[in-house]
T-cell receptor, first 109, second 114 residues
Framework: GQNIDQPTEMTATEGAIVQINCTYQ??????LFWYQQHAGEAPTFLSYNVLDGLEEKGRFSSFLSRSKGYSYLLLKELQMKDSASYLC??????????WGAGTKLIIKP | GAVVSQHPSRVICKSGTSVKIECRSLDFQATTMFWYRQFPKKSLMLMATSNEGSKATYEQGVEKDKFLINHASLTLSTLTVTSAHPEDSSFYIC??????????FGQGTRLTVV
């Protein structure tokens, strides 16, 4: 079966750095996405990785290792507004998005 | 970026009635839109893929007669929850793909069936 694993909840301090991991087992691979979702709102796109390596976009970076079925989202200089759920999603061989359950990130002052 | 507008954002309906949710791509044409359902603290669950001008493709376990999808134009897809029951209460989200690398989401609709 297809599976995406990510931690349920993480806590970090304002101004610090946090890494949210995602491991996946899917039928085929056509890209991995990270989304941010605030409570009661729809997800918003953060990043896309299809090749191995690190993609940097401002305070957020995303890393992919296809051989390990592994990705992480790195958030730097954390702000209170970064408190949200972070969803990892993999596009499989049928071009369907398989979603993780999301990681709730709690930022403390 | 591209905008997908979903309406209404919240709706409360009586059990047994039907509710229609609209999803519009405002500044691009979307031949394919997706409808998701999300339970509290759970992942997005794909319900169906909506294709303009043809029948929607439903995921296993989703009742197509209960969740009617119409994609009559390149900018509008609708999801109608027919004969709604309290267990249909959920957060429904639509999305449309503009490029290979991004999917844009509507604001979501919080449906409460009483």
């Amino acid at each position: 079966g297809q599976n995406i694993d990510q931690p349920t909840e993480m806590t970090a301090t304002e101004g610090a750095i946090v890494q949210i991991n995602c491991t996946y087992q899917t039928s085929g691979f056509n890209g991995l996405f990270w989304y941010q979702q605030h409570a009661g709102e729809a997800p918003t796109f953060l990043s896309y990785n299809v090749l191995d390596g690190l993609e940097e976009k401002g305070r957020f970076s995303s890393f992919l290792s296809r051989s390990k079925g592994y990705s992480y989202l790195l958030l730097k200089e954390l702000q209170m507004k970064d408190s949200a759920s972070y969803l990892c999603a993999v596009r499989d061989s049928n071009y369907q998005l398989i979603w993780g359950a999301g990681t709730k990130l709690i930022i403390k002052p | 970026g591209a905008v997908v507008s979903q309406h209404p954002s919240r709706v409360i309906c009586k059990s047994g009635t039907s509710v229609k949710i609209e999803c519009r791509s405002l500044d691009f044409q979307a031949t394919t839109m997706f409808w998701y359902r999300q339970f509290p603290k759970k992942s997005l669950m794909l319900m169906a893929t909506s294709n303009e001008g043809s029948k929607a493709t439903y995921e296993q376990g989703v009742e197509k007669d209960k969740f009617l999808i119409n994609h009559a134009s390149l900018t509008l897809s609708t999801l109608t929850v027919t004969s709604a029951h309290p267990e249909d209460s959920s957060f429904y989200i639509c999305s449309a793909t503009l490029t290979e690398t991004e999917a844009f989401f509507g604001q979501g609709t919080r449906l409460t069936v009483v």
